[in-house]
């Protein structure tokens, strides 16, 4: 529905102003066209602007209310813009103009502008609805005046309601108390496509649609007995071709001088091209427009529905693996087809009929949910053939394009359950299993994400406690095991004093800055405060140190920012300290080497951390500016774990060659006096951990 972007000569997107202009030109220009109203055009442009500023506010309100728009529908009909091509040329321009000012390209806002529109419309025809029943109220009272008027006025009464009767674009058809027709108009005869003749023979309840045939013929006996006086509702009738004609009626009983009832008058509106499009739009703010599956709007209810209607439920949320690569390789095209071929298959698979919900959530996601009706599901077989369906190539060319999909799990009984908390266990789950590869699956663990909830809660509290001063940067000696504890350098670290969690470790304070986005300015944050600091203490620290992170490292910034911490603090290029992280210097990272080399020449200090035994680690040393790396803690507590293990002699072996090499070799992570004597025997020249930690470091910068 939506179209790209208006562009300027530039290819620029206009601003939403020109786009606002444009539309109430437009719009006015169709409205002026399309029915006759007397007034100047600049009023009309101006009645124009009202209802479009009127609708952009609906849409951008929060909480979006889309009911609103109802009242910009009927304002259009109460200012005389009801012409027959009215609503259809302003839901043209409204949809090609509405998603330009509603904000940022997005499914929700594309929903936003099809509920708008359909509230638009429901009060159009509310409007139009009120317009018609009052023209009906004044053909009622021109039949009642032709009734009791004198007979000097009766030609001139009758003159006006045949002028009505005939030219109302409301059917009318008068019927005696049996539902015989007495008389009926042209336009009654166009919507049922009977003639005048055809009709005779026939009666009003011919025409009601079989299915509300029983509801009507009692509405029309309560009004022969006078148990009501006139109804105005919505029923369907039946054309003579057989197509169904959706309509607003609107009957009411005649009475004659003696107020005995004596005819009915049944007012006919057809509604059935506005009755069809509020249900497509309907349909378009329910269903995603790529696949036609049901989206998330609709897949809440629906969920909850089952959850309701059963003592059990499975749910799997399904990413499909690698479309990123598709849609970089083939195009998005061919990635589109592949959403439409996954979303095909688990249709087969899991139809309607057979309590079943598929949906898809956006992007790569999808959602499946089964009712445990039929018995509790085999999660691994049902996992099994959506894989095995999802092998088989299609090709698109000379492409062979299969696809599989990695799923998270969650079955579980339905009491207590909302629909809500089922999709977020299994978003959850599907997070997890995702960072296990491809083409995995796993079931919802409660305990797990009963931790991961509270890490996240933890996390997403962290601006906060930065902002409050929780969050503070401490320090941790680089001790020498060769020197009688002298101490190397000093790294600074994050600590977080959580007052209900406790102390948060630097490694995990920096894990959840970066889930959350706090990792850049927490890193520089922490990089000044190193520089800082090693003003602070002058001589009594050799050197002041931090490990920088991935995204750090890699910055293209970094050196300036460096040379801005040197300036700013008058340091020596030697007094600061900084680790660059293996695992970018082993993938052959360009930036970081650049960086690293850069910093070195400047005089900085440089080393590797995170260091392994894996190969490439070790071939990483002969490039190092600085012969410095520092063994992972992971490797030091695994090795204090079993000290006469296999992994510990080869790491006495590595020690043995780095120290060949002539390349000094630091362990972390060392928790005990026995921990720092095994690395002293295998050869490193200095540990850091948590049996050298010194609180108040700056008096002396004492570890021992």
């Known amino acids: 529905m939506r179209r790209p972007p208006t562009g300027g000569p530039d290819g620029q997107r206009q601003p939403e102003s020109a786009v606002r202009d444009r539309l109430v030109r437009d719009w006015s220009v169709a409205m002026a066209t399309s029915v006759f109203v007397p007034v100047p055009h600049e009023e009309i442009e101006r009645r124009i602007a009202e209802l479009v500023d009127a609708l952009v506010g609906v849409l951008r309100a929060e909480p979006f209310v889309p009911d609103a728009a109802a009242r910009t529908g ?42 708008v529109l359909g509230c638009l419309v429901t009060g159009y025809v509310q409007a139009t609805r009120e317009l018609v029943f009052e023209q009906q109220e004044g053909v009622k009272r021109a039949l009642l005046r032709a009734k009791e008027q004198a007979e000097r006025d009766l030609w001139l009464s009758e003159a006006r309601f045949r002028e009505v009767f005939g030219t109302s674009a409301v059917g009318v058809a008068v019927t005696d108390l049996d539902g015989g027709f007495v008389e009926v108009n042209r336009s009654l005869k166009e919507i049922v496509g009977y003639t005048g003749a055809e ?3 026939r009666r009003l309840a011919d025409l009601f649609h079989p299915d509300d045939a029983g509801a009507l013929t009692e509405i029309y006996r309560r009004l022969r007995d006078g148990k009501s006086e006139r109804v105005r509702e919505q029923w369907r009738l039946l054309r003579k071709d057989g197509d169904t004609v959706w309509s607003y009626l609107a009957v009411c009983l005649l009475r004659d001088a003696e107020e005995e009832p004596a005819y009915l008058v049944t007012m006919v509106e057809d509604i059935t091209d506005l009755h069809l499009l509020q249900r497509e739009l309907r349909k378009q703010a329910l269903h995603d427009a790529l696949t036609g599956l049901p989206n998330r709007q609709a897949l809440v209810p629906g969920l909850e529905r089952m959850v309701a209607g059963s003592d059990g439920i499975t749910v799997l949320q399904l990413d499909v693996d690698g479309l990123g690569v598709v849609n970089e390789g083939l195009g998005h095209g061919v990635g589109d087809e592949v959403l439409r071929r996954v979303a095909r298959q688990l249709g087969a698979l899991f139809p309607a009929d057979r309590a079943a919900l598929v949906a898809r959530l956006g992007g790569d996601q999808f959602v499946v949910a ?26 698109h060319g000379e492409h062979g394009v299969a696809a599989s999909v990695s799923v998270g799990v969650v079955q579980r009984e339905t009491r207590g359950a909302s629909a809500g908390e089922l ?15 491809k083409r995995q699956w796993g079931l919802f663990d409660p305990e797990r994400d009963a931790r991961d909830r509270a890490c996240s809660a933890l996390a997403a509290g962290m601006s906060g406690a930065w902002e ?76 002041v140190g931090v490990a920088l992170d991935v995204h750090q490292a890699t910055d293209p910034d970094l050196v300036g920012e460096v040379r801005g911490v040197l300036a700013e603090f008058g340091l020596a290029p030697e007094r600061l300290r ?17 960086n690293l080399r850069v910093l070195t020449g400047l005089g900085v200090r440089t080393y590797a951390h995170g260091f392994g035994l894996g190969a490439v680690d070790l071939a990483c040393v002969e490039e190092l500016p600085q012969p410095v790396v520092e063994f992972t803690p992971e490797l030091g507590a695994r090795v ?65």
Not at 375 to 392: K, S, T, Y
Not at 496 to 507: F, R
Request: with cysteine; hydrophobic share 40%.
């Open 578 to 594: 900084l680790g660059f992280p293996t695992s970018v210097l082993r993938e052959e990272n360009d930036d970081a080497w650049d």
């Open 74 to 115: 009927g304002d259009l009909v109460r200012a005389g813009f009801s012409g027959q091509t009215s609503l259809s040329r302003t839901l043209d321009l409204l949809a090609d103009s509405l998603p330009d000012l509603a904000g940022p390209t997005s499914p929700e806002t594309d929903a936003r502008v099809h509920a």
């Open 423 to 437: 999709l977020r266990a299994a978003d959850n789950t599907l997070r997890r299993v995702k960072g296990q590869g």
């Open 370 to 395: 089964v009712d445990h009706s039929a018995g509790r599901p085999d999660v691994a077989a049902l996992v099994g053939r959506i894989n095995e369906e999802l092998a088989e190539p299609v090709y």
């Open 199 to 201: 009709l005779t023979d």
């Open 640 to 704: 204090a774990r079993r000290p006469d293990s296999a992994l510990a002699r080869i790491t006495v072996d590595a020690v043995s060659v780095l120290g060949g090499l002539g390349v000094t070799v630091i362990a972390g992570g060392v928790e005990s006096a026995e921990d720092a004597d095994w690395w002293r025997s295998a050869g490193a020249d200095g540990a850091w951990g948590a049996h050298f930690a010194a609180r108040g470091l700056p008096q002396g910068v004492d570890a021992r």
């Open 468 to 543: 409050n001063g929780e969050i503070r940067v401490d320090h941790q000696p680089v001790v020498s095991l060769r020197a009688d504890g002298e101490v190397l350098a000093v790294e600074a670290v994050l600590r977080w004093e959580h007052p209900d969690v406790g102390e948060v470790s630097h490694e995990r304070c920096l894990a959840m800055a970066e889930s959350v986005g706090l990792g850049p300015p927490i890193a520089k944050w922490l990089l000044r405060e190193a520089g800082e600091q090693a003003r602070a203490w002058g001589e009594l620290a050799p050197a």
